[in-house]
Protein backbone atom coordinates (compact mmCIF):
# COMPACT_ATOMS: atom_id res chain seq x y z
CA UNK A 1 0.00 0.00 0.00
CA UNK A 2 2.51 2.82 -1.06
CA UNK A 3 1.22 6.14 -1.51
CA UNK A 4 0.56 7.08 -4.70
CA UNK A 5 3.00 9.99 -5.80
CA UNK A 6 2.00 13.63 -6.57
CA UNK A 7 4.44 16.70 -7.17
CA UNK A 8 4.73 18.79 -4.27
CA UNK A 9 3.77 21.55 -5.46
CA UNK A 10 2.38 23.75 -8.21
CA UNK A 11 1.61 27.52 -8.92
CA UNK A 12 0.06 29.71 -11.35
CA UNK A 13 -1.29 33.11 -11.24
CA UNK A 14 -5.22 34.54 -11.00
CA UNK A 15 -6.89 33.28 -14.40
CA UNK A 16 -4.22 30.79 -15.32
CA UNK A 17 -4.40 26.85 -15.31
CA UNK A 18 -2.64 24.25 -13.16
CA UNK A 19 -2.42 20.66 -13.24
CA UNK A 20 -1.26 18.16 -10.85
CA UNK A 21 -0.46 14.39 -11.71
CA UNK A 22 -1.02 11.50 -9.22
CA UNK A 23 1.24 8.62 -10.33
CA UNK A 24 -0.12 4.81 -9.26
CA UNK A 25 0.44 1.20 -10.61
CA UNK A 26 -1.30 -1.05 -12.33
CA UNK A 27 -2.59 -1.99 -9.07
CA UNK A 28 -4.62 0.87 -7.62
CA UNK A 29 -4.54 3.97 -10.54
CA UNK A 30 -4.10 1.98 -13.64
CA UNK A 31 -6.32 -1.02 -12.48
CA UNK A 32 -9.85 0.62 -11.26
CA UNK A 33 -11.53 4.12 -12.58
CA UNK A 34 -12.38 4.76 -9.04
CA UNK A 35 -9.74 8.24 -8.85
CA UNK A 36 -11.14 11.16 -6.48
CA UNK A 37 -9.83 14.42 -5.91
CA UNK A 38 -10.03 16.28 -2.46
CA UNK A 39 -9.24 19.58 -1.50
CA UNK A 40 -8.18 20.70 1.92
CA UNK A 41 -7.42 23.79 3.52
CA UNK A 42 -5.55 24.82 6.37
CA UNK A 43 -7.40 22.82 9.30
CA UNK A 44 -9.90 22.37 7.82
CA UNK A 45 -11.69 18.46 6.90
CA UNK A 46 -10.84 17.44 3.05
CA UNK A 47 -13.88 18.51 0.51
CA UNK A 48 -14.72 16.01 -2.15
CA UNK A 49 -13.75 17.64 -5.63
CA UNK A 50 -13.29 14.79 -8.32
CA UNK A 51 -14.91 11.37 -8.71
CA UNK A 52 -14.33 8.14 -10.25
CA UNK A 53 -11.47 9.83 -12.25
CA UNK A 54 -13.71 12.98 -14.32
CA UNK A 55 -17.07 13.08 -12.34
CA UNK A 56 -17.89 16.69 -10.49
CA UNK A 57 -19.74 16.15 -6.99
CA UNK A 58 -22.96 19.04 -7.17
CA UNK A 59 -21.18 22.78 -5.93
CA UNK A 60 -17.48 21.81 -7.77
CA UNK A 61 -17.00 24.34 -10.09
CA UNK A 62 -16.48 22.87 -13.30
CA UNK A 63 -12.95 25.02 -13.64
CA UNK A 64 -12.13 21.94 -11.47
CA UNK A 65 -11.63 18.68 -13.99
CA UNK A 66 -10.37 15.24 -13.96
CA UNK A 67 -8.78 12.25 -16.16
CA UNK A 68 -6.54 9.21 -16.52
CA UNK A 69 -4.36 7.94 -18.71
CA UNK A 70 -2.54 4.46 -17.39
CA UNK A 71 -1.40 4.38 -14.27
CA UNK A 72 -1.29 8.35 -14.33
CA UNK A 73 -4.79 10.69 -12.76
CA UNK A 74 -4.69 14.29 -13.54
CA UNK A 75 -6.17 17.12 -11.66
CA UNK A 76 -6.75 20.39 -13.76
CA UNK A 77 -7.75 23.58 -12.47
CA UNK A 78 -8.61 26.34 -14.62
CA UNK A 79 -9.03 29.89 -14.47
CA UNK A 80 -7.35 30.01 -10.93
CA UNK A 81 -8.73 31.94 -8.19
CA UNK A 82 -7.87 32.82 -4.34
CA UNK A 83 -9.87 30.42 -3.06
CA UNK A 84 -8.01 27.53 -4.82
CA UNK A 85 -5.20 27.94 -2.98
CA UNK A 86 -5.21 24.91 -0.45
CA UNK A 87 -3.77 21.24 -0.66
CA UNK A 88 -4.95 18.71 -3.13
CA UNK A 89 -4.99 14.66 -2.70
CA UNK A 90 -5.70 11.83 -4.91
CA UNK A 91 -7.33 8.85 -3.71
CA UNK A 92 -7.68 5.42 -5.52
CA UNK A 93 -9.41 2.25 -4.99
CA UNK A 94 -6.79 -0.59 -4.32
CA UNK A 95 -8.58 -3.52 -4.38
CA UNK A 96 -9.76 -5.98 -2.00
CA UNK A 97 -11.93 -3.33 -0.39
CA UNK A 98 -9.08 -1.03 0.39
CA UNK A 99 -7.86 2.63 -0.83
CA UNK A 100 -4.54 4.58 -1.00
CA UNK A 101 -3.87 8.40 -0.83
CA UNK A 102 -1.51 10.36 -2.89
CA UNK A 103 1.44 12.30 -0.78
CA UNK A 104 -0.50 15.73 -1.36
CA UNK A 105 0.42 18.68 -3.54
CA UNK A 106 0.39 22.31 -2.60
CA UNK A 107 -1.50 24.58 -4.85
CA UNK A 108 -0.04 28.45 -4.57
CA UNK A 109 -2.01 31.06 -6.22
CA UNK A 110 0.82 33.70 -7.09
CA UNK B 1 -27.95 18.00 5.46
CA UNK B 2 -25.23 15.46 6.48
CA UNK B 3 -23.24 15.37 9.38
CA UNK B 4 -20.16 13.23 10.83
CA UNK B 5 -19.49 14.39 14.13
CA UNK B 6 -15.82 12.91 15.52
CA UNK B 7 -15.70 11.80 18.96
CA UNK B 8 -12.96 10.16 21.58
CA UNK B 9 -9.69 11.37 20.97
CA UNK B 10 -7.40 12.56 23.40
CA UNK B 11 -3.85 12.07 24.75
CA UNK B 12 -3.30 8.63 25.79
CA UNK B 13 -0.09 6.94 26.80
CA UNK B 14 2.29 4.08 24.00
CA UNK B 15 0.32 0.73 24.76
CA UNK B 16 -2.57 1.64 25.32
CA UNK B 17 -5.88 1.85 23.77
CA UNK B 18 -8.72 4.20 23.19
CA UNK B 19 -12.33 4.04 20.94
CA UNK B 20 -13.38 6.59 18.63
CA UNK B 21 -17.18 7.43 17.63
CA UNK B 22 -18.58 9.08 14.60
CA UNK B 23 -21.79 10.10 15.19
CA UNK B 24 -23.98 10.13 11.44
CA UNK B 25 -26.80 12.05 10.45
CA UNK B 26 -28.28 13.77 7.69
CA UNK B 27 -28.34 10.46 5.50
CA UNK B 28 -29.27 7.19 6.03
CA UNK B 29 -26.60 5.52 7.44
CA UNK B 30 -27.73 1.89 6.31
CA UNK B 31 -27.04 2.43 2.58
CA UNK B 32 -23.15 3.69 2.64
CA UNK B 33 -20.02 1.95 3.52
CA UNK B 34 -17.95 3.97 5.62
CA UNK B 35 -14.02 4.82 6.29
CA UNK B 36 -11.85 6.39 8.76
CA UNK B 37 -8.59 8.30 7.56
CA UNK B 38 -6.23 9.75 9.41
CA UNK B 39 -3.49 13.24 9.11
CA UNK B 40 -0.96 13.21 10.95
CA UNK B 41 0.32 16.68 11.97
CA UNK B 42 1.66 18.27 8.35
CA UNK B 43 1.38 15.04 6.73
CA UNK B 44 -1.07 13.72 4.74
CA UNK B 45 -3.95 11.62 4.44
CA UNK B 46 -3.79 7.96 4.94
CA UNK B 47 -6.78 5.62 4.69
CA UNK B 48 -7.59 3.44 8.16
CA UNK B 49 -10.36 1.47 7.74
CA UNK B 50 -12.96 0.80 6.19
CA UNK B 51 -16.66 -1.12 6.97
CA UNK B 52 -19.32 -2.18 4.42
CA UNK B 53 -22.81 -1.06 4.46
CA UNK B 54 -23.88 -4.29 6.31
CA UNK B 55 -20.64 -4.74 8.13
CA UNK B 56 -19.25 -7.71 7.41
CA UNK B 57 -16.46 -6.56 5.34
CA UNK B 58 -14.11 -5.12 7.34
CA UNK B 59 -10.82 -4.25 5.93
CA UNK B 60 -7.38 -2.59 7.77
CA UNK B 61 -4.13 -0.10 6.31
CA UNK B 62 -1.11 -2.16 7.06
CA UNK B 63 -0.36 0.21 9.59
CA UNK B 64 -3.15 -0.18 11.95
CA UNK B 65 -3.69 -4.14 10.72
CA UNK B 66 -4.12 -6.43 14.01
CA UNK B 67 -4.44 -3.58 16.50
CA UNK B 68 -7.79 -2.02 15.27
CA UNK B 69 -11.38 -2.78 14.86
CA UNK B 70 -13.98 -0.84 12.73
CA UNK B 71 -17.53 -1.30 13.70
CA UNK B 72 -21.04 0.20 13.28
CA UNK B 73 -24.35 0.74 15.56
CA UNK B 74 -27.38 0.97 12.71
CA UNK B 75 -29.36 1.74 15.77
CA UNK B 76 -27.50 4.35 16.76
CA UNK B 77 -26.47 5.77 12.97
CA UNK B 78 -22.35 5.31 14.49
CA UNK B 79 -19.14 5.04 13.42
CA UNK B 80 -16.46 3.24 16.10
CA UNK B 81 -12.66 2.86 15.55
CA UNK B 82 -10.99 0.94 18.37
CA UNK B 83 -7.06 1.04 18.66
CA UNK B 84 -5.55 -0.97 20.40
CA UNK B 85 -1.42 -1.03 21.27
CA UNK B 86 -1.24 2.64 20.15
CA UNK B 87 2.10 3.74 18.91
CA UNK B 88 3.53 7.18 18.65
CA UNK B 89 3.49 7.29 15.01
CA UNK B 90 -0.64 6.87 15.08
CA UNK B 91 -0.30 10.38 16.47
CA UNK B 92 -2.97 12.43 13.96
CA UNK B 93 -6.63 13.74 13.22
CA UNK B 94 -8.43 11.00 12.57
CA UNK B 95 -11.89 11.67 10.19
CA UNK B 96 -14.74 9.69 9.68
CA UNK B 97 -16.03 9.38 5.89
CA UNK B 98 -19.02 8.56 4.11
CA UNK B 99 -19.40 6.09 1.31
CA UNK B 100 -16.71 5.02 -1.66
CA UNK B 101 -15.92 8.16 -2.49
CA UNK B 102 -15.40 9.97 0.99
CA UNK B 103 -17.94 12.50 0.10
CA UNK B 104 -18.38 13.75 2.89
CA UNK B 105 -16.03 14.32 5.97
CA UNK B 106 -16.76 15.33 9.91
CA UNK B 107 -14.57 17.66 11.25
CA UNK B 108 -11.73 15.35 12.91
CA UNK B 109 -10.81 14.49 16.25
CA UNK B 110 -7.06 14.53 17.77
CA UNK B 111 -5.57 11.36 19.20
CA UNK B 112 -2.38 12.26 20.69
CA UNK B 113 0.15 9.23 21.86
CA UNK B 114 2.56 10.36 24.19
CA UNK B 115 4.03 9.42 27.30
Known amino acids: QSALTQPPSASGSPGQSVTISCTGT?????????VSWYQQHPGKAPRLMIYEVSKRPSGVPDRFSGSKSGNTASLAVSGLQAEDEADYYC??????????FGTGTKVTVL | QVQLVESGGGVVQPGRSLRLSCATS????????MHWVRQAPDKGLEWVAG????????TYGDPVKGRTTISRDSSKNTLYLQMNSLRVEDTAVYYCTKGSEFDDWGQGTLVTVSS
Open chain 2, 26 to 33: GFTFNDYG
Open chain 1, 26 to 34: NSDVGGYNY
Open chain 2, 51 to 58: ISIDGSTK
Open chain 1, 91 to 100: SSYAGSNSYV
